[in-house]
């Protein structure tokens, strides 16, 4: 019953993590050509001093990270919620399933907080 019940709920935390993107007025696509002109024209068109086109290159790198680490946290989720069901009651295999997926919720918690931290210590940044 205990596996059931881990296995429903990881299956629901992975799905809720898929959810859908936020994207701005005049993108209309995820991956293609439009976000990137979109990303790249407001970072070139911004005028001032060079301060504003490192926080703008900055926001970028972030942004791809953002992206690349949720990905990552939902297919390692997904991943090691299928191994925790295949233990077949080898109490090795799920304690390392388990343990697996401890690393990969302290990761996200980690970069949420390393994201908080950034925000705080640039509130320009993101806006």
Do not use: H
Not at 2 to 22: D, Q, R
């Amino acid at each position: 019953m205990k596996k059931i019940f881990a296995a429903v709920m990881t299956s629901i935390l992975s799905l809720s993590l898929l959810g859908s993107p936020v994207m701005a007025a005049n993108q209309s696509t995820i991956f293609g050509d439009t976000v990137d002109a979109a990303i790249l024209k407001d970072c070139a068109g911004k005028e001032g001093g060079k301060g504003e086109s490192i926080t703008c290159i900055l926001e970028l790198v972030v942004d791809i990270m953002t992206i690349g680490i949720g990905i990552l946290g939902v297919i390692g989720i997904s991943i090691t919620g299928i191994q925790y069901l295949t233990a077949g009651g080898s109490e090795e295999k799920t304690r390392k399933a388990k343990r697996r997926m401890f690393e990969i919720v302290i990761g996200l918690v980690a970069y949420v907080l390393i994201y908080a931290a950034l925000k705080w210590l640039l509130p320009s940044f993101g806006s």
